[in-house]
C-alpha cells in the first residue's frame, strides 16, 4: 500500500515578488487542512535542478506538482490552489471556455511583465532574471 501526500498540491512561487508573497499568505491563511506545500523558489536552499526544472522556467510562469508527481502551470495552478481551499465553484466556473481563454491571455500577459508590474524591474527590456543575474540591471 502506497502512501497518500498530505498535500493536494504544491506551489512554486516566487519569494522575492511582493505580489506573490501577499497571494500566498492569503492562501496559507485560508489553508487550514494544510492542503497546500508552500516551496518559495528565491529561497537561497532552494535547489531546482533537485526537481527537474531551472531557475528560469520556474521564473517564466507559476508552477505546480502534485502528489502523483505530474507538474502543472499557469492558470491550472491557481485553480487547483484555490480548489484546495474551499473555492471549487470558483475553479470550475473559470473553466468556462471563454472565461479559461481570457484568463490564459491575461496570464500570460502578467507572467511576461509581472517583474516590471511588482516594480523589480527599472528597464523597459525586463526579462525574467536567471539566478546568475541580478533582476533588471
Known amino acids: 500500500m502506497t502512501q497518500q501526500a498530505a498535500y493536494e498540491i504544491e506551489v512554486y512561487f516566487d519569494g522575492a515578488c511582493p505580489l506573490c508573497v501577499k ?3 492569503l492562501l496559507r491563511s485560508w489553508d487550514a487542512d494544510r492542503k497546500i506545500r508552500f516551496t518559495d ?6 535547489d531546482p535542478p533537485q526537481i527537474g526544472r531551472t531557475f528560469d522556467e520556474l521564473m517564466a510562469r507559476m508552477h505546480g506538482r502534485l502528489p502523483d508527481g505530474a507538474w502543472i502551470e499557469g492558470v491550472e495552478v491557481f485553480r487547483r490552489l484555490y480548489s484546495a481551499v474551499g473555492f471549487r465553484r470558483l475553479a470550475w466556473f473559470s473553466r468556462l471556455p471563454l472565461l479559461s481563454q481570457c484568463l490564459d491571455v491575461a496570464y500570460a500577459i502578467f507572467a511576461r511583465n509581472r517583474l516590471r508590474m511588482t516594480g523589480r524591474c527599472t528597464t523597459a527590456a525586463c526579462a525574467v532574471p536567471s539566478r546568475s543575474t541580478p533582476p533588471c540591471a
Do not use: G, L, P
Request: charged residues 20%; hydrophobic residues 65%; without cysteine.
Open 23 to 25: 497571494e500566498m499568505n
Open 41 to 46: 523558489i528565491a529561497a537561497a536552499e532552494f
